[in-house]
């Protein structure tokens, strides 16, 4: 019974390099959502999705910013063009689509 | 929209005691609520939730009270414990509405003291 994993737990890009973010989510749950999380600060939204489709990505950055929950494998977020602004934990969480959301350990990034 | 915000940034009982974290939220319409704890380095752990439907819910060692009438919210953690330290989240969902998750409140930092 593994829980939401995600990796790296622990990501340094440089300004201006990409980020590649995965989360598998609890086997069987088909709704993933990502939040950010600045340090001393509560989670924010950024997108939800369900297996291929994009449901709300109303807390994500127009710009840079992408994911992807594909048919086969896990879910992606996706920054382009880092800035040091980005440096942040990043949690996944995932769903049955009701009830409480499982979080995962999440993956600190850092831009240097 | 949602927000969320807490009453108190930092709480620091005495180990033993029981400690009170609140919450408020501002849509009337939330019908879902769920208290979180997050150690340091760590993801968002599931404590207890409850629905609108409901004024009162106990686990283990914690109970969370429902005031919809004053859209308030509250954990109470009784005989607190040295692992009980972490930072508590409320989070509010509207599940007949938007496609969002849950909007989080920043956190109260409960600290045990020995």
């Known amino acids: 019974n593994a829980g939401v994993m995600q990796n790296p737990r622990h990501l340094v890009r440089r300004r201006g390099q990409e980020a590649r973010l995965r989360c598998s989510p609890v086997k069987g749950h088909s709704h993933v959502y990502w939040y950010r999380q600045l340090p001393e600060e509560g989670l924010k939204f950024m997108v939800y999705?369900?297996?291929?489709?994009?449901?709300?990505e109303s807390g994500m950055p127009k710009e840079r910013f992408s994911a992807e929950f594909p048919k086969e494998g896990p879910s992606i977020l996706r920054i382009q063009q880092v800035v040091r602004g980005d440096s942040a934990a990043y949690f996944c969480?995932?769903?049955?689509?009701?009830?409480?959301?499982?979080f995962g350990p999440g993956t600190r990034l850092t831009v240097t | 929209g949602e927000s969320v915000g807490l009453h108190l940034p930092t709480l620091s009982v005495q180990e033993g005691d029981n400690s009170i974290i609140n919450c408020a939220y501002s849509?009337?319409?939330?019908?879902?609520f769920i208290w979180y704890k997050q150690e340091s380095g760590k993801g968002p752990q599931f404590i207890i939730d409850i629905r609108s439907n409901m004024d009162k819910r106990q686990g283990q060692r914690v109970t969370v009270l429902l005031n919809k009438t004053v859209k308030h919210l509250s954990l109470q953690i009784a005989a607190t414990q040295p692992g009980d330290s972490a930072v508590y989240f409320c989070?509010?969902?509207?599940?007949?509405?938007?496609?969002?998750?849950?909007?989080f409140g920043k956190g109260t930092h409960l600290i045990i003291q020995p």
């Open positions: 849509n009337s319409a939330s019908d879902y």
């Open positions: 989070a509010v969902m509207y599940s007949g509405g938007g496609a969002d998750g849950l909007t």
């Open positions: 999705l369900q297996k291929e489709n994009i449901i709300d």
């Open positions: 969480a995932s769903s049955l689509g009701q009830g409480a959301l499982n």
